[in-house]
């Protein structure tokens, strides 16, 4: 599986940003998809997650309420929708794929994506 990260940029405080990974190869579905962040200084950190149905999903307290996770799987991609911005969210954005539940650990996801880079100005 490769995967694809896009949508990142620079927003202000309390705005919006929707990203978005693309993935290869047919057994996407399969797949428990999550999206990880790593600021300057700091290690990698969970986010969200979302089963391969969309059914689950699975967030860190720190964005709970402010950034939904989805997945459309007749496109292969995964979204995370990030509304509220703080400039603590400022941080490379990363998703995963993982063949297993254990969502905030980062073992075991198999395959990540490159990042892109979301900063928020405050």
């Known amino acids: 599986v490769q995967l694809q990260a896009s949508g990142g940029g620079l927003v202000q405080a309390g705005g919006s940003l929707r990203l978005s990974c693309a993935a290869s190869g047919r057994t996407f579905v399969s797949y428990v998809m999550g999206w990880f962040r790593q600021a300057p200084g700091k290690e990698r950190e969970f986010v969200a997650a979302i089963s391969g149905s969309g059914i689950r999903t699975y967030y860190a307290d720190s964005v709970k309420g402010r950034f939904t996770i989805s997945r459309d799987n007749y496109k292969n991609t995964v979204y995370l929708q990030m509304n509220m911005l703080k400039p603590e969210d400022t941080a490379v954005y990363y998703c995963?794929?993982?063949?297993?539940?254990?969502?905030?650990?980062?073992?075991?996801?198999?395959?990540w994506g490159q990042g892109t880079q979301v900063t928020v100005s405050s």
């Open positions: 995963a794929a993982s063949a297993a539940w254990d969502v905030s650990t980062l073992t075991t996801y198999d395959y």
